[in-house]
């Protein structure tokens, strides 16, 4: 079965012998079963039903051995320099294709902190040793982990292309449903006129099920992740939303905050406002901080210190995340050192990889939240915004309700 785009795994793949050759790993391998592994629709495009060992080769002449049912879709991927094909069982296949490869250095996808670079199952994993030896396993496997991360999070050229207009229709989304909301309607009355403007731009959401709705959240009803409630929204309210948006397997994430105005009001309550300001200068602050080489941790202080200095709560999450197939892809996390040390946060920002910037006025028994996220792009000169920025609070007047 095809889950990816081949283009893009070629282009992967590419990125995929530079870096092994830089790191002297000569063979990737890559077992799977049943989509067992993450990394296989970005990497490879197919989703094999029978075991299949995949050998990414640092000189390019990768190898499957595949089950004759997977065989064919192996073979027209036209991924591969060799697919070979086994009957009714592998071990001695791929004991007889590993010993002649002459490995010296083996990644394998396992790692402790990264859901995305940890493919291998543990039963798979014990395959292995059963099949090759422990011995001769534990003398040359290495994690992947590095490896994935850098494919994973250097976006090429067209998963730049299929992002940026992710986030193009999540901003026009956005401004369609917000011409239609209005007092009186619940969250979950809200969150389908998002799912109605996905299937007709034949798009889906990038989190949970294909038509789910975003999150809208009434900040009166208590800020969480949570699925939209049946909960009535009031002049008064402030209602956030959280959007990611699917397009050709690449998601958007981009936040908004509304304020429903009051019949007597034009305008809102000071404390809202300050609320706004102060998360609007921390995205712009650590937006325009962001430079190539920056870490983690030192770019999370940025937008920290801005919510910390308006009087608010430190956040409780991190300042931003990287953006690509999922919504949070791995990599580099925009996050605060703690101990013991977070490797995500100790990355370093790179060229052409995609972030989420979010750093939000949090706050609990009904005072002002705010919620702002943008997207943008790493480039030698620094960020790129890829989403039109919400510069102003989104104010909804009492003339809509019903």
């Known amino acids: 079965m095809q889950l990816g785009d081949p283009e893009i795994s070629k282009q992967k793949l590419k990125q995929a012998t530079q870096y092994m050759t830089e790191d002297g790993i000569d063979t990737w391998l890559i077992l799977t079963r049943e989509g067992t592994d993450p990394s296989c629709p970005l990497l490879i495009s197919i989703r094999s039903v029978h075991l299949a060992a995949v050998f990414i080769r640092a000189d390019g002449k990768h190898k499957v051995l595949t089950s004759a049912s997977d065989f064919g879709n192996y073979e027209s991927i036209g991924l591969f320099d060799e697919v070979i094909q086994y009957e009714s069982s592998i071990e001695s296949d791929f004991q007889q294709l590993f010993n002649s490869l002459g490995i010296k250095k083996l990644a394998l996808n396992i790692s402790e902190t990264d859901h995305l670079c940890d493919g291998l199952t543990a039963g798979l994993f014990e395959w292995l040793q059963d099949t090759i030896g422990h011995e001769q396993l534990d003398s040359v496997m290495i994690s992947s982990e590095p490896l994935l991360k850098q494919i994973r999070s250097i976006k090429s050229d067209k998963e730049l292309v299929l992002i940026e207009e992710a986030v193009r229709l999540t901003d026009e989304i956005y401004e369609t449903v917000f011409t239609k909301i209005g007092p009186g309607m619940t969250e979950i009355e809200m969150g389908q006129l ?63 905050t509304v304020y429903f105005l009051k019949p007597d009001e034009d305008e809102a309550p000071h404390d809202i406002q300050h609320a706004f300001d102060t998360a609007k200068k921390a995205i712009h602050t650590t937006i325009n901080s962001m430079k190539i080489g920056q870490k983690g941790y030192e770019v999370d202080s940025v937008g920290r210190k801005v919510i910390e200095e308006g009087g608010y709560p430190t956040i409780r999450h991190s300042v931003g995340h990287q953006v690509g197939r999922d919504t949070h892809d791995g990599g580099t996390i925009l996050g605060p050192q703690r101990t013991p040390k977070r490797p995500q946060v100790e990355g370093k920002l790179q060229m052409d990889e995609i972030y989420a910037i979010e750093p939000t006025v949090i706050q609990d028994n009904g005072l002002p939240c705010i919620l702002v996220e943008e997207n943008l792009v790493m480039t030698t000169s620094g960020a790129r915004l890829l989403s039109r920025p919400q510069l102003e609070l989104i104010l909804v007047g009492s003339e809509r309700a019903g």
């Open 194 to 256: 998002f799912v109605e403007e996905m299937k007709k731009n034949g798009v889906s959401n990038g989190l949970g099920n294909a038509f789910d709705p975003p999150m809208v959240c009434c900040v009166r009803n208590g800020l969480a992740h949570r699925k939209p409630a049946d909960f009535v929204i009031l002049p008064g309210d402030i209602v956030i939303f959280d959007f990611s948006l699917k397009y050709q397997n690449y998601v958007s994430d981009i936040a908004r």
